[in-house]
């Protein structure tokens, strides 16, 4: 179904019938995303007197008991409830409709090499990625200013569908990058790393409290200048999906939390229709 969207700096074209989904698929029985040494998340069947909670084992429907940690096991949006102590749920803060997004693709730098920073200071070895290579990747052109940015790391292989980042040490944002993104507009970030952040960085998360406006130490929500952003970690984005302008819908259950599974959708934008 082909529609004109109108958008601030004009209207673009859109087919809402063929978004592309960035969620990873979370298979309760067989290989799983997993970060910060999370157990797996698993799905067993209810049991109650009289019912096993399983047709194979005679119940009369299927019904299930899920056991995960959304912000280690697969994709998932949070917001700034994941760093104060007032409580945030995050399905009240995602956009409930479209909005502009670009995606671009980006390849992680030594952080020996990269010229950038984080707190604490980054391994020599850690992969950053930098506010130069975003600026590098985003696009000369744009039909809008985007809300919204995907960024896809390179190299896009298919293991970070079931990749266990428990003993590994992944990319994470510089503070110059968290800053850029601020400075650009962009309210709802989606990456396909498991956090923003180094997996083990004395707490600090610079990239997080950057982004969603929140000073180094502070918990309180009131002091936190962007409480309307979204990240959306651990995502995965497909090849066939050329850098560029996109239209994004974050779809979320209304679970209370600071983070709750969620499935982002792409949208292609269409070529203008000829006057």
């Given at each position: 179904?082909?529609?004109?969207?109108?958008?601030?700096?004009g209207d673009v074209?859109v087919d809402?019938a063929?978004?592309?989904?960035l969620?990873?698929?979370l298979?309760?029985?067989?290989p799983?995303?997993r970060?910060?040494?999370?157990p797996?998340?698993t799905?067993?069947?209810?049991?109650?007197?009289?019912?096993s909670g399983a047709?194979?084992?005679?119940a009369?429907?299927n019904c299930?008991?899920?056991?995960l940690v959304p912000?280690?096991?697969?994709?998932?949006?949070?917001c700034v409830g994941h760093?104060?102590?007032?409580?945030?749920d995050?399905?009240?803060?995602?956009?409930?409709g479209l909005?502009p997004?670009v995606l671009?693709?980006?390849?992680?730098?030594p952080a020996?090499i990269?010229?950038?920073?984080?707190e604490p200071t980054p391994?020599?070895?850690?992969?950053?990625?930098?506010?130069r290579a975003?600026t590098d990747?985003?696009?000369a052109?744009?039909?809008f200013?985007?809300?919204?940015?995907?960024i896809?790391?390179?190299?896009n292989?298919?293991?970070?569908a079931?990749?266990d980042?428990?003993?590994?040490?992944?990319?994470y944002?510089s503070?110059?990058a968290?800053?850029?993104?601020?400075?650009?507009?962009?309210?709802?970030?989606i990456?396909?790393?498991?956090?923003?952040?180094r997996t083990?960085?004395?707490?600090?998360?610079?990239?997080?409290?950057?982004?969603?406006?929140l000073?180094?130490g502070?918990?309180?929500?009131?002091?936190?200048a962007?409480?309307?952003?979204?990240?959306?970690?651990?995502?995965?984005?497909?090849?066939?999906?050329?850098?560029?302008?996109?239209l994004?819908?974050?779809?979320?259950?209304?679970?209370?939390?600071?983070?709750?599974?969620?499935?982002?959708?792409l949208?292609?934008l269409?070529?203008?229709?000829n006057?």
């Amino acid at each position: 179904m082909n529609a004109r969207i109108a958008l601030p700096g004009g209207d673009v074209r859109v087919d809402l019938a063929r978004p592309v989904s960035l969620a990873l698929t979370l298979e309760f029985d067989g290989p799983q995303p997993r970060h910060f040494g999370a157990p797996r998340a698993t799905a067993r069947p209810f049991e109650a007197p009289g019912f096993s909670g399983a047709v194979a084992s005679g119940a009369s429907c299927n019904c299930e008991v899920i056991t995960l940690v959304p912000h280690c096991q697969g994709t998932h949006t949070e917001c700034v409830g994941h760093l104060t102590r007032e409580t945030l749920d995050a399905h009240r803060v995602v956009p409930a409709g479209l909005v502009p997004a670009v995606l671009v693709s980006v390849a992680p730098s030594p952080a020996a090499i990269c010229g950038e920073s984080t707190e604490p200071t980054p391994g020599a070895a850690d992969l950053l990625v930098s506010a130069r290579a975003i600026t590098d990747a985003w696009p000369a052109a744009l039909p809008f200013a985007p809300r919204a940015l995907i960024i896809r790391t390179l190299p896009n292989t298919a293991d970070k569908a079931t990749r266990d980042y428990t003993l590994a040490s992944p990319p994470y944002l510089s503070r110059q990058a968290a800053q850029l993104l601020v400075s650009r507009g962009i309210v709802h970030l989606i990456v396909d790393v498991p956090s923003l952040d180094r997996t083990h960085d004395e707490g600090r998360l610079s990239a997080h409290r950057i982004f969603f406006g929140l000073p180094p130490g502070a918990a309180q929500l009131s002091m936190a200048a962007r409480p309307d952003a979204t990240v959306t970690e651990f995502a995965f984005v497909p090849d066939q999906l050329p850098d560029g302008a996109y239209l994004l819908q974050l779809q979320v259950p209304a679970l209370a939390g600071d983070a709750v599974p969620s499935r982002p959708l792409l949208y292609p934008l269409l070529p203008p229709e000829n006057p």
